[in-house]
């Protein structure tokens, strides 16, 4: 079974630009969940996808967006980035049912570096 | 809302000792989850252990183990017979029973000496 994939690995974007990241969830799993790593405020969570719709969100300002489609896949835009959006964006899988045994499983992330 | 606080930024063990990382966390929920997730330097974030807070009896993974003390609200790792493959950074994490949110710790670097 294949594991949860994120494309790009590594990312260099200068300050105003955009960028999209991409994320394919573990087969049969609806849900995809967005997060954030950097070194200061550690992993926060961004925003969580479940059958197309955003079902949670985080403490995040209106420039980081997020969508979901048909075949569970997820994409994250964040627009006019600035040098604190350098970070480590990981992806989590999950069946996305509120259960004991719902895990979250994740990809090895995108790197952004914003210059 | 929920946090969960790592309170050592950097252990090391031995190969083959045994070493504990401590986490507490604050909720005021009854319900929920607490995990641990091994990052290595390959980045990708692996469950390590989960533990049902209706659940007494502590969760057990091979050599991996937690004390789950729900009043105190703390959830340490034990790893036992420590192999050098285990150092990498661990972080504990919450999700609540009626969500798929995780709220985590700032981390613990471990280092594993030869």
């Known amino acids: 079974k294949a594991g949860v994939t994120q494309t790009p690995r590594y990312l260099i974007k200068t300050r105003g630009q955009q960028v999209t990241l991409s994320c394919s969830p573990i087969?049969?799993?609806?849900?995809v969940s967005w997060y954030q790593q950097t070194p200061g405020q550690g992993l926060q969570f961004l925003f969580e996808?479940?059958?197309?719709?955003?079902?949670n969100k985080g403490n995040f300002p209106g420039r980081f967006s997020g969508r979901q489609f048909s075949n569970s896949r997820s994409e994250m835009n964040v627009s006019t980035l600035e040098l604190g959006d350098s970070a480590l964006y990981l992806c989590?899988?999950?069946?996305?049912?509120?259960?004991?045994?719902?895990?979250?499983?994740f990809g090895a992330g995108t790197r952004l570096s914003v210059l | 809302a929920q946090t969960v606080t790592q309170s050592q930024p950097e252990m090391s063990v031995q190969e083959a000792e045994t070493v504990t990382l401590s986490c507490t966390y604050d909720?005021?929920?009854?319900?929920?989850?607490l995990f641990w997730y091994k990052q290595p330097p390959s980045r990708q974030m692996i469950l390590v252990i989960r533990?049902?807070?209706?659940?007494?009896q502590n969760a057990t993974e091979n050599r991996f183990s937690v004390n789950f003390q729900k009043a105190a609200k703390s959830f340490s790792l034990k790893i036992s017979d420590s192999q050098l493959g285990d150092a990498a950074m661990y972080f504990c994490?919450?999700?609540?029973?009626?969500?798929?949110?995780?709220?985590f710790g700032g981390g613990t670097r471990l280092m594993v000496k030869p």
């Open positions: 989590a899988s999950s069946s996305g049912l509120r259960l004991a045994k719902n895990i979250q499983y």
């Open positions: 087969s049969g799993h609806r849900s």
């Open positions: 996808y479940f059958s197309e719709t955003q079902r």
């Open positions: 909720t005021s929920e009854s319900d929920y989850y």
């Open positions: 533990q049902e807070a209706y659940k007494q």
């Open positions: 994490a919450y999700r609540s029973a009626n969500g798929n949110m995780l709220t």
